[in-house]
């Protein structure tokens, strides 16, 4: 399978671990251009990237991707880098029952817990979701407009499992509908740049350290930003 290539250059192309697990993918318009997107059945699916030092994040970081949940009954993990049982460098997750999103980092039994949005998610819509992260505050986006930011300075904690899309290893949950153009930088993205990946969701970005477009029909799984 070739559209899981990552276009960034930095080879950090996704793999299916097993046929079986392999996500399903589908035919979308109306982000663009037309696109291909990846569809994942909340049981067994995902698709992982293996670990390197480009995708080992400790301070500023953004994480972006299209989003289109089946329902919100069980958590769901658009993209996690996590130990099992231990610990998340970094993950964006849903909610389950509200469909609000959350930023993973560092230790999951710290007092506060994670930083929220003040938004909710809506199941079989699709939505831009991304956080920014610069060391001492998440800001959350919704479809490229700002909606809140948290105050938060605990590290994210480095570790070397591979970095999931649609799943995560700490307790084994995954997610449930269509994910598409995955992106994750080693920078906080300012507002503006946020509301230009929204608006250009096909577009390459040179400073991303990962971009999963899905759309290569000869190539989908390839790391597609070009570094």
């Known amino acids: ?20 697990t392999c996500p399903g993918s589908g035919f979308l318009a109306g982000l663009g251009e037309p696109t291909l997107w990846t569809t994942y059945n909340g049981t067994d699916q995902y ?6 030092p480009t995708i080992e994040i400790t301070d500023q970081l953004t994480i972006s991707a299209w989003v289109n949940p089946t329902d919100f009954v069980k958590q769901g993990n658009i993209i ?21 999103v959350k930023f993973g980092g560092g230790d999951p039994n710290r007092p506060g817990g994670y930083p929220q949005s003040t938004f909710a998610l809506t199941p079989n819509t699709w939505s831009h979701v991304a956080i920014t992260y610069d060391g001492a505050a998440v800001n959350f ?11 938060d300075n605990a590290a994210t904690k480095v570790n070397s499992s591979p970095l999931y899309i649609g799943y995560n290893n700490f307790d084994s949950q995954f997610y449930k509908g269509n994910i598409d153009e995955v992106r994750v930088w080693r920078r906080a993205l300012s507002s503006n740049e946020i509301t230009e990946i929204a608006k250009f969701p096909n577009q390459e970005e040179k400073s991303v350290i990962s971009q999963m477009n899905f759309d290569d029909k000869n190539n989908p799984m390839k790391d597609e930003s070009g570094r």
């Open 1 to 20: 399978i070739n559209w899981l290539n990552d276009i960034s250059g930095n080879n950090n192309h996704a793999s299916c671990p097993t046929l079986t």
């Open 80 to 100: 996690c880098k996590s130990n099992a049982g231990i610990e998340y460098n970094y993950c964006l997750i849903i909610e389950p029952a509200s469909g609000i």
């Open 141 to 151: 986006y919704l479809n490229g407009v700002f909606r809140n930011s948290v105050n």
């Open 47 to 52: 698709l992982q990237i293996s670990d390197s």
